[in-house]
C-alpha cells in the first residue's frame, strides 16, 4: 500500500501519518514513514528524541552520496537513474517495523547546482513508491509536483487532509486538480480538527468528493505536540479514528 497525504500547512497532515503507520504496524506491516515536508516534523509526532532526530541527516542533505550516484562533476551533466535502492535502510530512524526517512528540501526549479539533489529524491521517491512491498505513506507539503507523473500513478491513494474552513477547502480543490493531471488513482479526503456534527456536515458540502473519514480536535494530541510524545499512545481516540479511515481506503479497489 502507497500512500500519499497532503492539504493546507497545519491541517494535521503529520499526524494522520503517525496515526495511519501506527495502525498499519500493527497489523504486521513494515511501514516507511517518509517525511517530504521541509517544514515537517514528524519525528516529533512518533516520538523519536531531539537527540535521535539530530543524529540523522535529511536525505538531501547527504552531498557526498548524491554526488557519487549522479556521478556529479560540476560539469552539468549528471546521472539520472542513480542507484538509491539501499537508502530507506541505511538512512532512516527505526522503531520496531516502522521506519521514519527524512526527505530534506527538495529545490525548485532555477537553481541548477541542486539538480542533482532533485533528482537523487525522485528517483528515491519512485523506488518506495513503484519498486517496494512494504507499505509507505509520505507526508508531503502543500503539493504533490515532487512526484511526477509516473511516479504519481503508482500511488494507491491520496489523501487530502482538510480543515472546516474555506481556506483548507481551497487548498483541497487545489490539490485535486493537480492529481487529475497527475492521473492518481484515488483521491478520498480526511477531515481533521474536528469539533462536532456541523464541521462535518461543512465539509460534505464543499469539498469536491468522498470524505472518507475525520480526525476530531483533541486535547491530547496538543499534548502530545508539548511533551514530544507518540501521538498514538498519548491519543487514542484518534488512533481508533484512523483506525476506521484505514478500512475506508480499501473501499472499491
Given at each position: 500500500?502507497?500512500?500519499?497525504?497532503?492539504?493546507?500547512?497545519?491541517?494535521?497532515?503529520?499526524?494522520?501519518t503517525a496515526?495511519?503507520?501506527?495502525?498499519f504496524?500493527?497489523?504486521?506491516?513494515?511501514?516507511?514513514?517518509?517525511?517530504?515536508?521541509?517544514?515537517?516534523?514528524?519525528?516529533?509526532?512518533?516520538?523519536?528524541?531531539?537527540?535521535?532526530?539530530?543524529?540523522?541527516k535529511p536525505?538531501?542533505?547527504?552531498?557526498?552520496?548524491?554526488?557519487?550516484?549522479t556521478?556529479?562533476?560540476?560539469?552539468?551533466?549528471?546521472?539520472?537513474?542513480?542507484?538509491?535502492?539501499?537508502?530507506?535502510?541505511?538512512?532512516?530512524?527505526?522503531?520496531?517495523?516502522?521506519h521514519?526517512?527524512?526527505l530534506?528540501?527538495?529545490?525548485?526549479?532555477?537553481?541548477?547546482?541542486?539538480?542533482?539533489?532533485?533528482?537523487?529524491?525522485?528517483?528515491?521517491?519512485?523506488?518506495?513508491?513503484?519498486?517496494?512491498?512494504?507499505?509507505?505513506?509520505?507526508?508531503?507539503?502543500?503539493?504533490?509536483?515532487?512526484?511526477?507523473?509516473?511516479?504519481?500513478?503508482?500511488?494507491?491513494?491520496?489523501?487530502?487532509?482538510?480543515?472546516?474552513?474555506?481556506?483548507?477547502?481551497?487548498?483541497?480543490?487545489?490539490?485535486?486538480?493537480?492529481?487529475?493531471?497527475?492521473?492518481?488513482?484515488?483521491?478520498?479526503?480526511?477531515?481533521?480538527?474536528?469539533?462536532?456534527?456541523p464541521?462535518?456536515k461543512?465539509?460534505?458540502?464543499n469539498?469536491?468528493?468522498?470524505?472518507?473519514?475525520?480526525?476530531?480536535?483533541?486535547?491530547?494530541?496538543?499534548e502530545?505536540?508539548?511533551?514530544?510524545?507518540?501521538?498514538?499512545?498519548?491519543?487514542?481516540?484518534?488512533?481508533?479514528?484512523?483506525s476506521s479511515?484505514?478500512?475506508?481506503l480499501?473501499?472499491?479497489?
Amino acid at each position: 500500500m502507497k500512500i500519499a497525504i497532503s492539504g493546507k500547512g497545519g491541517t494535521g497532515k503529520t499526524t494522520l501519518t503517525a496515526l495511519l503507520g501506527h495502525v498499519f504496524l500493527k497489523e504486521g506491516n513494515k511501514v516507511f514513514l517518509i517525511d517530504a515536508d521541509p517544514d515537517g516534523n514528524l519525528g516529533v509526532a512518533l516520538g523519536f528524541s531531539r537527540a535521535e532526530l539530530s543524529a540523522v541527516k535529511p536525505v538531501s542533505e547527504l552531498k557526498d552520496i548524491i554526488n557519487q550516484r549522479t556521478e556529479n562533476n560540476g560539469s552539468g551533466f549528471f546521472k539520472l537513474n542513480p542507484k538509491v535502492d539501499d537508502i530507506p535502510e541505511k538512512y532512516s530512524l527505526k522503531k520496531d517495523n516502522l521506519h521514519l526517512l527524512i526527505l530534506g528540501i527538495l529545490k525548485r526549479g532555477g537553481g541548477g547546482c541542486y539538480c542533482p539533489e532533485n533528482t537523487f529524491l525522485k528517483a528515491l521517491l519512485r523506488n518506495l513508491i513503484i519498486e517496494r512491498s512494504e507499505v509507505v505513506i509520505i507526508d508531503m507539503p502543500a503539493g504533490i509536483e515532487h512526484l511526477g507523473r509516473g511516479t504519481a500513478e503508482s500511488v494507491d491513494v491520496l489523501l487530502v487532509v482538510v480543515e472546516p474552513t474555506l481556506k483548507s477547502i481551497q487548498t483541497a480543490q487545489r490539490l485535486t486538480s493537480l492529481a487529475s493531471d497527475l492521473k492518481m488513482k484515488k483521491i478520498l479526503y480526511i477531515g481533521n480538527k474536528i469539533t462536532g456534527a456541523p464541521d462535518i456536515k461543512f465539509l460534505e458540502e464543499n469539498i469536491l468528493g468522498k470524505l472518507a473519514g475525520y480526525v476530531s480536535s483533541s486535547a491530547e494530541i496538543l499534548e502530545a505536540e508539548k511533551t514530544g510524545s507518540p501521538v498514538y499512545d498519548a491519543a487514542p481516540a484518534a488512533l481508533k479514528e484512523a483506525s476506521s479511515i484505514r478500512e475506508k481506503l480499501f473501499e472499491n479497489q
